[in-house]
C-alpha cells in the first residue's frame, strides 16, 4: 500500500508555491492543474510547472499532478506534458466510472510508449468526488493496476447530493465509512478530503482523527500548517507502538523455540495481526514529524 500521510495542495499557477512546499516535508506534493487554476491560465500554468519539475528539486515529497477532468479539453495535454516533464503520479479527478479509468489508462499508455517509458510506469489516484463515483468506486479502483490509491473530494460530493458541508460532517458519514474499506480491500491508500478553516486547528485536528479511525491511510490539505497534525494523528499512539513491539518480540522468540502456535497475553496471534504489528513499528522508524 502506497504510504502518504499528506497530499499538499499547490496551485500550478503559484510558482512561489513550488518553493515552499518541499520544506514543509508533506509526505505527497500536489500540484493543481485543475479547480485552483483559471480557464484563461491552463496552458499557462501548465507549461509553468512542467518547467519547475524539470528544474527543481522537490526533496523527499513525492510529486502528483491533478490533471484537468478528462471531459475537458485540457486532460490530454496536461497528461503528455507532465509525463513527458517526469511526473508519474497522476490524481484522476472526478473519477466516476471504470469508463473514466480506462480513459486514462490508455492514454497513459500511448504516452509512455511515445516517451520510451515502459508501460505502467505512471501510477493513479482515482479522486472520488460525485455521488455516482462513490457508487461505481469498487469497479473503477480495480479498472487498471495503475491505481494505487484514492481520494475523497467532499466539495463536489455535497453539490452533487445536493447538502452543504457541516461542522459535524454527518453528511459525509456514508462515503468516508464506505471509500476506506473498498480501499482496504483492494490494498490502496485512502486520502481524505480538505478542511478548509485554517482558525479552528482543534475542529482540524478532531477532524484528522475521525479520518484515521475511519480507516482513511492519509489526508489531502491546503495549507502548510495542517501538515504536522496531520502527521501526527496518523502515527501510531504510544500505547499501539508499545503492543506491537511486544508481539513481533515475543513471537520472534517463539519461532526460535519451533512454535508453531503464537500466544500474547493470553491471545491466539495470527499472520495478520503480526503484518500489523510490523506495520506500525515500521511506520513509527520511517516517519519524520
Not at 499532478?65 to 508519474?88: L, Q
Not at 460532517?169 to 474499506?181: C, D, H, K, T
Not at 499512539?237 to 520472534?252: C, D, L, M, Q
Request: proline share 3%.
Amino acid at each position: 500500500m502506497e504510504r502518504m500521510r499528506t497530499m499538499l495542495f499547490c496551485p500550478a499557477s503559484q510558482p512561489k508555491m513550488y518553493i515552499n512546499a518541499p520544506i514543509f516535508k508533506p509526505d505527497c506534493i500536489l500540484f493543481d492543474l485543475e479547480d485552483s487554476v483559471a480557464f484563461e491560465e491552463k496552458d499557462s500554468a501548465r507549461d509553468l510547472l512542467c518547467m519547475a519539475i524539470q528544474m527543481l528539486d522537490f526533496g523527499e515529497s513525492r510529486i502528483c499532478v491533478r490533471v484537468n477532468s478528462i471531459r475537458t479539453p485540457f486532460w490530454k495535454d496536461d497528461v503528455k506534458g507532465v509525463v513527458k516533464a517526469g511526473v508519474r503520479f497522476i490524481r484522476l479527478s472526478t473519477c466516476e466510472s471504470v469508463e473514466d479509468v480506462e480513459t486514462l489508462d490508455y492514454f497513459l499508455t500511448k504516452t509512455e510508449e511515445g516517451e520510451g517509458l515502459q508501460k505502467g510506469s505512471v501510477k493513479i489516484q482515482c479522486s472520488i468526488e460525485t455521488a455516482k463515483g462513490v457508487l461505481n468506486a469498487a469497479k473503477a479502483i480495480k479498472a487498471s493496476s495503475r491505481i494505487i490509491s484514492l481520494s475523497f473530494g467532499a466539495e463536489d460530493y455535497t453539490r452533487t447530493m445536493g447538502t452543504k458541508r457541516s461542522r459535524g460532517g454527518f453528511e459525509l458519514i456514508y462515503a468516508r465509512s464506505f471509500l476506506p474499506v473498498l480501499a482496504a480491500e483492494a490494498g490502496i491508500s485512502a486520502i481524505d478530503t480538505v478542511w478548509s478553516d485554517l482558525k479552528d486547528m482543534e475542529g482540524f485536528k478532531r477532524e484528522v482523527q475521525t479520518a484515521k479511525s475511519l480507516g482513511f491511510t492519509g489526508k489531502s490539505c491546503i495549507h502548510p500548517s495542517q501538515i504536522k497534525p496531520i502527521h501526527e494523528g496518523f502515527m501510531p499512539s504510544r500505547e499501539e507502538i508499545k503492543h506491537a513491539e511486544k508481539i513481533v518480540g515475543e513471537v520472534n522468540k517463539m519461532r526460535a523455540a519451533g512454535e508453531g502456535v503464537f500466544v500474547v497475553d493470553g491471545k491466539m496471534i495470527d499472520e495478520p495481526v503480526i503484518n500489523k504489528a510490523k506495520k506500525v513499528i515500521s511506520m513509527t522508524r520511517k516517519s519524520e514529524i
